[in-house]
T-cell receptor, first 114, second 114 residues
């Protein structure tokens, strides 16, 4: 079955430190990949997406993600986190046009220490 | 501004009552979705719709109903048959289902049933 896994439920990072959030997918073919961010009590906002081509994707708010086919991964990174980055982060994937839609991971809760 | 509107932000109901959550979009998107979000569970798909007067069950449709009489609107009714209705509900839309089409999310409605 198609699935998206985010291995880390919680991650704590000091402000100014670098960040990497992990995402692995299990699909028969390379899916389209997305990262979303959710602030408490809010909807989800798209950070970035990967369709094809350059495996390093730049997004909003200084985030980037790297697609690695050999590892079935699409990890999200940021060189230096800010307190405002504290939120829930969701990785998502989809395969075919006309499919049910996106398959979401269960999310990673990012905590920023001062 | 184009976007998705969900109302109300907070909703309180007594057990045994049906309640309808509103979702409106002015993005001219064909596909619309309803998700339920519980702590640690990620997003679970309740229903989705590709076109007017057509909708499909998602992973957790039991106890919910929807309608799609207009392209812009996709209301969700939480019926008394839903055993555990207290949750955060998110509506989303996309140009089309699956494939490279990202979903745009509304701000959510937090439903509390006592």
């Amino acid at each position: 079955a198609q699935s998206v896994t985010q291995p880390d439920i919680h991650i704590t990072v000091s402000e100014g430190a670098s960040l990497e959030l992990r995402c692995n997918y299990s699909y028969g073919a390379t899916p389209y990949l997305f990262w979303y961010v959710q602030s408490p009590g809010q909807g989800l906002q798209l950070l970035l997406k990967y369709f094809s081509g350059d495996t390093l994707v730049q997004g909003i708010k200084g985030f980037e993600a790297e697609f690695k086919r050999s590892q079935s991964s699409f990890n999200l990174r940021k060189p230096s986190v800010h307190w405002s980055d504290a939120a829930e982060y969701f990785c998502a994937a989809s395969l075919l046009v006309g499919a049910d839609g996106l398959t979401f991971g269960k999310g990673t809760h990012l905590i920023i220490q001062p | 501004d184009g976007g998705i509107t969900q109302s109300p932000k907070y909703l309180f109901r007594k057990e045994g009552q049906n309640v309808t959550l509103s979702c409106e979009q002015n993005l001219n998107h064909d596909a619309m979705y309803w998700y339920r979000q519980d702590p640690g569970q990620g997003l679970r798909l309740i229903y989705y719709s590709q076109i007017v007067n057509d909708f499909q069950k998602g992973d957790i449709a039991e106890g919910y109903s929807v309608s799609r009489e207009k392209k812009e609107s996709f209301p969700l009714t939480v019926t008394s048959a839903q055993k555990n209705p207290t949750a955060f509900y998110l509506c989303a839309s996309s140009i089309d289902r699956g494939g490279p089409y990202e979903q745009y999310f509304g701000p959510g409605t937090r439903l509390t049933v006592t």
